[in-house]
Protein backbone atom coordinates (compact mmCIF):
# COMPACT_ATOMS: atom_id res chain seq x y z
CA UNK A 1 0.00 0.00 0.00
CA UNK A 2 2.52 2.77 0.71
CA UNK A 3 4.12 1.71 -2.45
CA UNK A 4 1.16 2.86 -4.45
CA UNK A 5 1.16 6.21 -2.26
CA UNK A 6 5.02 6.69 -2.67
CA UNK A 7 4.53 6.06 -6.56
CA UNK A 8 1.53 8.72 -6.58
CA UNK A 9 3.72 11.61 -4.62
CA UNK A 10 7.24 10.62 -6.30
CA UNK A 11 6.05 13.28 -9.38
CA UNK A 12 7.09 15.77 -6.68
CA UNK A 13 10.70 14.43 -5.53
CA UNK A 14 12.56 16.58 -8.09
CA UNK A 15 10.58 20.13 -7.84
CA UNK A 16 10.51 19.73 -4.14
CA UNK A 17 14.23 19.29 -4.10
CA UNK A 18 15.52 21.60 -6.24
CA UNK A 19 15.30 24.93 -3.89
CA UNK A 20 17.85 22.80 -1.56
CA UNK A 21 20.50 22.59 -4.70
CA UNK A 22 22.20 25.39 -3.38
CA UNK A 23 22.87 24.20 0.08
CA UNK A 24 26.87 23.44 1.18
CA UNK A 25 27.95 20.42 2.51
CA UNK A 26 26.89 19.98 6.16
CA UNK A 27 24.05 22.07 5.57
CA UNK A 28 20.69 20.80 7.80
CA UNK A 29 17.77 19.85 6.70
CA UNK A 30 14.62 19.59 8.00
CA UNK A 31 11.73 17.12 6.45
CA UNK A 32 7.90 17.59 8.51
CA UNK A 33 5.39 14.65 8.06
CA UNK A 34 7.93 12.54 6.37
CA UNK A 35 6.01 9.57 6.78
CA UNK A 36 8.01 6.28 5.03
CA UNK A 37 10.72 9.03 4.60
CA UNK A 38 11.04 8.27 0.77
CA UNK A 39 11.89 12.09 0.28
CA UNK A 40 14.34 12.49 2.95
CA UNK A 41 15.86 9.09 1.72
CA UNK A 42 16.34 10.58 -2.28
CA UNK A 43 17.50 13.42 -0.75
CA UNK A 44 20.56 11.67 1.07
CA UNK A 45 21.03 9.57 -1.81
CA UNK A 46 21.71 12.66 -3.95
CA UNK A 47 23.31 14.62 -0.85
CA UNK A 48 25.05 12.40 1.78
CA UNK A 49 27.01 15.19 2.70
CA UNK A 50 23.67 16.80 4.03
CA UNK A 51 22.14 16.61 7.72
CA UNK A 52 18.83 14.70 7.53
CA UNK A 53 16.17 14.87 10.38
CA UNK A 54 13.29 13.46 9.09
CA UNK A 55 10.42 13.72 11.44
CA UNK A 56 7.06 12.29 11.91
CA UNK A 57 3.96 11.75 14.49
CA UNK A 58 3.38 8.33 13.81
CA UNK A 59 5.96 5.90 14.79
CA UNK A 60 5.36 2.64 12.81
CA UNK A 61 5.81 5.00 9.83
CA UNK A 62 8.92 6.15 11.31
CA UNK A 63 9.79 2.34 11.94
CA UNK A 64 9.41 1.83 8.23
CA UNK A 65 11.34 4.61 7.17
CA UNK A 66 14.25 3.45 9.26
CA UNK A 67 14.21 0.62 7.48
CA UNK A 68 14.16 1.84 4.06
CA UNK A 69 17.13 4.38 4.87
CA UNK A 70 19.01 1.44 6.27
CA UNK A 71 18.03 -0.58 3.35
CA UNK A 72 19.69 2.37 1.04
CA UNK A 73 22.06 2.92 2.99
CA UNK A 74 22.11 6.35 3.55
CA UNK A 75 22.12 8.55 6.73
CA UNK A 76 18.85 10.11 8.19
CA UNK A 77 17.75 11.23 11.59
CA UNK A 78 14.15 9.94 12.15
CA UNK A 79 12.63 11.25 15.13
CA UNK A 80 8.57 10.86 16.58
CA UNK A 81 7.70 15.01 16.91
CA UNK A 82 4.91 17.23 15.56
CA UNK A 83 5.53 20.06 13.18
CA UNK A 84 3.17 22.35 14.99
CA UNK A 85 5.38 21.61 18.28
CA UNK A 86 9.46 21.56 16.81
CA UNK A 87 11.86 19.92 19.27
CA UNK A 88 14.85 21.65 17.29
CA UNK A 89 16.94 24.81 17.98
CA UNK A 90 15.90 28.20 16.58
CA UNK A 91 17.87 28.48 13.62
CA UNK A 92 18.89 25.73 13.65
CA UNK A 93 17.87 24.36 10.05
CA UNK A 94 18.92 25.92 6.68
CA UNK A 95 16.41 24.31 5.06
CA UNK A 96 12.26 22.40 5.75
CA UNK A 97 10.75 20.72 3.14
CA UNK A 98 7.35 18.97 3.43
CA UNK A 99 5.45 17.14 0.92
CA UNK A 100 2.27 17.68 1.53
CA UNK A 101 2.54 17.61 5.09
CA UNK A 102 2.70 20.84 6.11
CA UNK A 103 -0.65 22.08 4.86
CA UNK A 104 -2.00 18.60 4.71
CA UNK A 105 -6.20 18.80 6.17
CA UNK A 106 -6.63 17.59 9.74
CA UNK A 107 -2.93 16.61 11.07
CA UNK A 108 -2.07 20.48 12.23
CA UNK A 109 -2.93 23.97 12.41
CA UNK A 110 -1.69 25.19 9.27
CA UNK A 111 -0.47 28.73 10.95
CA UNK A 112 1.06 26.95 13.67
CA UNK A 113 3.15 24.01 11.74
CA UNK A 114 3.92 27.41 9.39
CA UNK A 115 5.46 29.64 12.65
CA UNK A 116 7.74 26.36 13.65
CA UNK A 117 9.34 26.02 10.21
CA UNK A 118 9.85 29.52 9.85
CA UNK A 119 11.68 29.59 13.59
CA UNK A 120 13.79 26.87 13.06
CA UNK A 121 15.17 28.18 9.90
CA UNK A 122 18.42 29.91 9.70
CA UNK A 123 17.71 33.75 8.55
CA UNK A 124 18.14 33.09 4.82
CA UNK A 125 16.89 29.59 4.87
CA UNK A 126 14.82 27.77 2.22
CA UNK A 127 11.00 26.07 2.81
CA UNK A 128 9.82 24.12 -0.42
CA UNK A 129 6.38 22.28 0.20
CA UNK A 130 4.18 20.53 -1.47
CA UNK A 131 0.05 20.84 -0.61
CA UNK A 132 -3.23 19.51 -1.73
CA UNK A 133 -5.66 22.43 -2.43
CA UNK A 134 -8.91 20.40 -3.02
CA UNK A 135 -10.37 17.04 -3.60
CA UNK A 136 -10.07 16.83 -7.15
CA UNK A 137 -6.20 17.40 -7.17
CA UNK A 138 -5.22 13.95 -5.99
CA UNK A 139 -6.69 10.75 -7.76
CA UNK A 140 -7.70 9.58 -4.81
CA UNK A 141 -9.98 11.74 -3.91
CA UNK A 142 -11.25 12.29 -7.07
CA UNK A 143 -11.79 9.14 -8.15
CA UNK A 144 -12.54 7.24 -5.13
CA UNK A 145 -15.40 8.87 -4.02
CA UNK A 146 -17.35 9.65 -7.14
CA UNK A 147 -17.44 5.46 -7.53
CA UNK A 148 -18.63 4.93 -4.48
CA UNK A 149 -21.41 7.55 -5.44
CA UNK A 150 -22.43 5.47 -7.77
CA UNK A 151 -23.43 2.86 -6.51
CA UNK A 152 -24.81 4.70 -3.97
CA UNK A 153 -22.58 4.69 -1.44
CA UNK A 154 -22.41 7.41 1.14
CA UNK A 155 -18.74 8.80 1.22
CA UNK A 156 -16.79 11.67 3.52
CA UNK A 157 -17.36 15.12 1.76
CA UNK A 158 -13.60 15.77 1.29
CA UNK A 159 -13.90 19.50 0.21
CA UNK A 160 -14.53 20.73 3.48
CA UNK A 161 -11.15 20.23 4.50
CA UNK A 162 -9.49 21.44 1.90
CA UNK A 163 -11.31 24.82 1.76
CA UNK A 164 -9.12 26.82 3.57
CA UNK A 165 -6.02 25.59 1.67
CA UNK A 166 -8.19 26.13 -1.64
CA UNK A 167 -8.67 29.36 -1.11
CA UNK A 168 -6.92 31.81 -3.16
CA UNK A 169 -3.85 33.13 -1.24
CA UNK A 170 -4.51 31.18 1.77
CA UNK A 171 -1.46 28.92 2.04
CA UNK A 172 1.05 32.12 0.84
CA UNK A 173 -0.57 33.99 3.97
CA UNK A 174 0.33 31.63 6.66
CA UNK A 175 3.88 31.84 5.29
CA UNK A 176 3.68 35.51 5.55
CA UNK A 177 2.10 35.51 8.80
CA UNK A 178 4.67 33.32 10.20
CA UNK A 179 7.15 36.02 9.04
CA UNK A 180 9.08 34.01 5.97
CA UNK A 181 9.79 35.49 2.61
CA UNK A 182 10.43 35.83 -0.71
CA UNK A 183 7.50 33.47 -0.95
CA UNK A 184 6.45 31.81 -4.23
CA UNK A 185 4.19 29.55 -5.54
CA UNK A 186 3.05 27.65 -8.52
CA UNK A 187 0.79 24.76 -9.63
CA UNK A 188 2.59 21.70 -10.22
CA UNK A 189 1.29 19.02 -12.74
CA UNK A 190 2.34 15.57 -12.79
CA UNK A 191 1.05 12.28 -14.02
CA UNK A 192 1.82 8.75 -12.41
CA UNK A 193 1.46 5.31 -14.01
CA UNK A 194 -0.25 2.52 -12.34
CA UNK A 195 0.66 -0.89 -14.21
CA UNK A 196 -2.59 -2.32 -13.91
CA UNK A 197 -5.67 -2.09 -12.55
CA UNK A 198 -4.82 -4.12 -9.77
CA UNK A 199 -2.33 -1.73 -8.34
CA UNK A 200 -4.92 0.97 -8.71
CA UNK A 201 -7.48 -0.56 -6.62
CA UNK A 202 -5.55 -1.62 -3.48
CA UNK A 203 -4.65 1.98 -3.45
CA UNK A 204 -8.35 2.91 -3.02
CA UNK A 205 -9.69 -0.37 -1.95
CA UNK A 206 -7.41 -0.72 0.91
CA UNK A 207 -5.98 2.87 1.99
CA UNK A 208 -7.69 5.41 4.44
CA UNK A 209 -11.43 6.27 5.17
CA UNK A 210 -12.14 4.83 1.13
CA UNK A 211 -10.51 2.36 2.25
CA UNK A 212 -13.04 1.43 5.14
CA UNK A 213 -16.06 1.94 2.61
CA UNK A 214 -14.81 -0.16 -0.30
CA UNK A 215 -13.84 -2.90 2.31
CA UNK A 216 -17.50 -2.62 3.87
CA UNK A 217 -19.38 -3.51 -0.12
CA UNK A 218 -20.90 -6.72 -0.54
CA UNK A 219 -19.74 -8.82 -3.10
CA UNK A 220 -22.27 -7.39 -5.41
CA UNK A 221 -21.59 -3.89 -4.87
CA UNK A 222 -17.72 -4.78 -5.23
CA UNK A 223 -18.10 -5.89 -8.56
CA UNK A 224 -20.42 -2.95 -9.32
CA UNK A 225 -17.45 -0.29 -7.74
CA UNK A 226 -14.96 -2.40 -9.55
CA UNK A 227 -16.92 -1.81 -12.92
CA UNK A 228 -17.47 1.41 -12.28
CA UNK A 229 -13.56 2.32 -11.69
CA UNK A 230 -12.74 0.85 -14.61
CA UNK A 231 -14.93 3.02 -16.93
CA UNK A 232 -13.91 6.02 -14.93
CA UNK A 233 -9.78 5.27 -15.74
CA UNK A 234 -10.73 3.64 -19.37
CA UNK A 235 -9.65 7.52 -20.76
CA UNK A 236 -6.61 6.89 -18.65
CA UNK A 237 -5.74 3.60 -19.95
CA UNK A 238 -2.16 3.34 -21.89
CA UNK A 239 -1.02 1.09 -24.67
CA UNK A 240 0.80 -1.27 -22.16
CA UNK A 241 -2.68 -1.88 -20.68
CA UNK A 242 -1.86 0.13 -17.30
CA UNK A 243 -3.20 4.18 -16.11
CA UNK A 244 -1.46 7.34 -16.34
CA UNK A 245 -3.32 9.44 -13.68
CA UNK A 246 -3.02 13.22 -13.60
CA UNK A 247 -2.64 15.12 -10.30
CA UNK A 248 -2.05 18.68 -9.28
CA UNK A 249 -0.49 20.38 -6.78
CA UNK A 250 0.84 24.09 -5.36
CA UNK A 251 4.19 24.36 -4.76
CA UNK A 252 4.89 26.90 -2.06
CA UNK A 253 9.23 28.25 -1.78
CA UNK A 254 10.23 31.15 1.00
CA UNK A 255 12.97 31.83 2.88
CA UNK A 256 13.67 33.14 6.34
CA UNK A 257 14.67 36.28 7.70
CA UNK A 258 16.10 38.94 4.78
CA UNK A 259 14.82 38.51 1.29
CA UNK A 260 17.43 38.98 -0.74
CA UNK A 261 19.90 36.42 0.54
CA UNK A 262 20.85 33.32 -1.30
CA UNK A 263 21.66 30.60 0.52
CA UNK A 264 26.09 30.26 0.96
Same mark, same amino acid.
Given at each position: ????????????????? =?????? &?????????????????????????????????????? +??????? =? =?????? #?????????????????? *????? @??? +?????? =???????? %??? @? #???????? !???? $???? *?? !?????????????? @???????????????????? %??????????? #? %??? $????????????? $? $???????????? +???????????????????? +???? @????????? &???????????????????
Amino acid at each position: MQNNIMRLLSGLTTPLL =APLDGL &PPGAHVVQLACGTGSLSIALAGRRPDLRITAIDINPAV +LAAARSD =A =ARARVS #VDFREMSMAALDLADGSA *DAVVS @RMG +LFLPGT =APFGAAAR %EAA @R #VLRPGGVL !SAAA $WTGA *DD !SPYTRFGPAVLRRI @RVATPDFDPPFAEAGRAGAL %EGHLVDAGLRD #V %ESR $WFHWETDYPDFES $W $WSFNAGFGPLGA +LFGALTAEQTGAARQAMAEA +LSPY @RTSAGGYRL &PATARHLTARAGETSQDID
